[in-house]
């Protein structure tokens, strides 16, 4: 291992049975651009090369921390600690504060103690992201509200377990974000394996066969809302077999869009990092974070992705924009149509209630959202043609017409005059010196105002096209998600 600091958490991982091979990998300083700190291939490695392989046991969850016994598993559940993040992060500052009696002293001390993610930056720097939904989905207050209401109270009700002079240094609010900021950046969701129950309280996860190994959904942040993470999950949620679970040496591995060529596996009693494809010697050992647009590796991250993208210039490719649902309601409001206004909740209310979502995605091929085109069709319906549809329980067909684009449009550009700055002012701003914050700030808001102006582009050619020749009404977002009952979105909220 060339990082020192390093050397003894990596003596402690295979001093408790965890297996690196030290052959094929090694850790190293990248360019930050790069990821700073991450794995390197130390030889040539074939697809399928066991990397590391990390025992259950030494998963850092609230299965295997002895907290949860300790304080009494209904009292766990009475307290709420089931839910959302905030048992593991109890159970997190406890570890911490057993020091080096705690089995995870090594690996805790490797983990980062503070953050570039917005959740640490000041007002100047928040606003910076106006016009983007970065800062609305921070959940601070949220955060802030399971602390004082759920953690601190658990903390102050057992001396025994956590005395009151240890409580400033690890159990405070400044703790309590640390520890939630590493479970959304380092995190992975571990599927359980069948006949594995109950809270193992340090003992090795029960043997069972062993069958093919299976993919870890990893890491659990890139495919959860975590945002309603201290939220009550939902039944579904509450139902799934996973345990989020900080992974020692996984969460070493950095991620870049597309750039996957390792990734975790579970078995019985193990984890696996396996290399997906053929790794050359030198090469950087990438895991995925979910090729996540710009303004979400920033909010949990704190890091944005650059790369040449296919039509010149560089950005994440994975970028997108988001719409607010109401923006469309605003444009409409312009563009008087037959529908009365007093009725225009009832229709919002049953595209909700049919899987619709509040917030509109446009992705990289520029195209008019789906959901967007049916929402704006089923405004534009009469009072009686919304019945006869809503009768028939099943929504409009997304064909484009000129006042469809015209709202479409009009839409697109109260969503771009939301963000104070245009592209040319900040694509200016980014050839000077920038501070961290603000850099990756303007590249956020720059790259979805690029998707924004391409969209509007492509919109604005079709209205043209239909201006000229009125009947070519085109089926528009054939790709995107449908808003209808057989296809219904992962989750849908009202705002
Ligand atoms: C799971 S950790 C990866 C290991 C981390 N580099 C370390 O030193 O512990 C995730 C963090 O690594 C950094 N990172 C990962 N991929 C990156 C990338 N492509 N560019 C910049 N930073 C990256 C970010 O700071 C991120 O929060």
Redesign the pocket.
Known sequence: MSDPDLNSFIAWFQRNHGYIDTNAMGFKGFV???????AVALKDLPEGHVLFTIPRSLTLSTRNSSLPKRLGMQFWKEKGLDKGWTGLILCMMWETAQGVSSKWAEYLE?L?KSF?TPMFWDKNNLGELAGTYVVDKLGKDDAERTYNEVLLPVVRSRPDLFPTDLIADYYSMEQYHIMGSRIL??SFDVERWEGDEGNSDNDEAAETSVGSAMDVDQPAHSLTDDSARNEEPSDEEEEDDIDVSMVPVA??????YRTENAKLFYESTELKMLTTKPVSMGEQIWNTYGDLPNAELLRR???V?LMPLPGGGKGNPGDVAEIRADLIVSALSEHPGRFPESKVQEVIDWYLDEGGDDVLVIESDLELPSQLLTLIRLLLLSPEEFKKTRDKGKLPKNKVDLPLLDIAIRALQLRAEEYPTTVEEDESLLRGDLPLNKYHAIVVRLGEKNILRGCLQKAEELRSACLEEPKLGKEQGKNKRKTNADNPPSKKSRK
């Open positions: 930050p651009s790069e990821g700073g700190r991450g490797t980062p570039d950046s380092r969460d070493l591995l950095n991620a870049r991250y704190g890091h992705d």
